[in-house]
């Protein structure tokens, strides 16, 4: 793939110019000479004009350097005799060498890249200041953020071309009847999961959260040291509350989900669907999003008890829900602000009023980028 840095294939268009003009005068006059003159006069003029350079040799002055057009003009007429007892200023080899030179510039010229204008310089390094400042993310996360956040369409595989080698998660394959379902009922499904997560004393944390699929909303979540049916039905009593159009809940066969724990949200309006034995792919969209929370969390962090890991888990939540692109949305986020439905398409350039300004999260681990108007 061809480097979409400048690159010089040819002079500067000035000395370009220049070389050319002398190229057509000499072949003008060349073209005279030919009609005009007969081979005994040119064969006269040619051992009169050997003379007066053999004189010029033999005080031993030397000849300025030859330019370009000199250079063109003479690899060309080598191919009319025989050259070879000719060179007087050169040597045989200088002149092949000005020819292969001759012959490289005509085949980088012919091999240049074609096809769609390369990204901007200035978007090119802010693709590459998004992939080195967030390692964990992939071409589709990066395209949707410049997308939803800066009004910039890029595509994926276009991303992809410019990020440095050996970043981005890897997509898995999920099932196929059983999401068919979980897709076309997505905006009425719940599902539910725990987590466990580990503190620097090495106490284990369990940690709850309730998403909706439809919208990949994490709805609710919580952190405790001993977790029960009862406390979990909690979480539900909190979330529910009969004005959303949620009509199931997905859950796996954990013990804690006991017959008088699906009773409390079959009160509520809810329809239980049971995952089967060890089938954690039945609950895809929850995984995810517990393989998300690790990968993109909870492995760069060590909680140090359970109130620092809800304060964690809170502000990486709200990022989750309203500034990560998700690419099944379309991308789109989960709570969309008021300042992404005021983005526009910029194509891939930067608006020239505004400039990109980027805001940490959990302390640098992912940042959230915006268009800001420049100052006056």
């Known amino acids: 793939m061809a480097s979409c840095g400048t690159m010089r294939i040819l002079p500067s268009l000035q000395h370009f110019v220049s070389m050319f003009f002398e190229l057509f005068r ?26 007066q350079l053999a004189l010029y040799l033999e005080r031993e002055t030397k000849p300025r350097r030859a330019d370009d057009a000199t250079r063109f003009l003479l690899a060309l007429l080598s191919n009319l005799f025989a050259w070879r007892e000719a060179p007087v200023i050169v040597k045989p080899e200088t002149l092949i060498g000005w020819h292969r030179k001759g012959f490289r510039l005509f085949w980088r010229w012919k091999s240049r890249p074609r096809g769609r204008p390369c990204l901007p310089a200035e978007l090119r390094a802010l693709i590459v200041d998004m992939a080195r400042s967030n390692p964990i993310w992939g071409e589709e996360r990066i395209a949707s953020e410049l997308l939803l956040k800066l009004g910039i369409r890029v595509s994926p595989r276009t991303v992809t071309r410019y990020m440095p080698k050996s970043l981005g998660p890897w997509n898995g394959v999920s099932s196929q009847r059983w999401m068919t379902f979980v897709r076309n009922h997505a905006h009425a499904i719940l599902a539910c999961d725990f987590f466990v997560s580990v503190s620097a004393g090495f106490r284990i944390l369990y940690v709850f959260v309730i998403m909706e699929i439809g919208t990949r909303r994490i709805a609710h979540f919580n952190v405790t040291e001993h977790p029960t049916a009862d406390w979990t039905l909690q979480q539900f009593r909190e979330v529910i509350t009969g004005e959303q159009p949620q009509q199931f809940l997905i859950h796996d066969r954990d013990s804690i ?15 239980i669907l049971k995952t089967p034995f060890r089938a954690p792919q039945a609950n895809a969209f929850c995984e995810r999003l517990i393989g998300t929370t690790r990968r993109e969390c909870l492995d760069f962090l060590i ?71 420049k100052a006056a």
Not at 31 to 49: G, T
Not at 257 to 271: E, I, T
Not at 353 to 369: D, F, M, P, T, W
């Open 257 to 271: 989900y006991s017959a008088d724990f699906d009773s409390g949200p079959q009160a509520m309006g809810l329809k």
């Open 303 to 373: 909680p140090l008890n359970e109130r620092h890991l809800q304060a964690v888990l809170q502000e990486w939540i709200t990022h989750y829900n309203q500034g990560r692109p998700h690419s099944s949305l379309g991308p789109g986020l989960p709570e969309p602000g008021v300042s992404c439905y005021q983005v526009q398409d910029h194509g891939h350039y930067l608006p020239t009023n505004q400039k990109v300004v980027s805001r940490a999260i959990l302390g640098g681990l992912h940042h959230e980028y915006s268009l800001e108007r």
């Open 26 to 51: 000499d072949a003008f006059f060349f073209i005279i000479i030919l009609c005009a003159r007969s081979s005994v006069s040119l064969q006269a003029e040619n051992l009169f004009l050997r003379k």
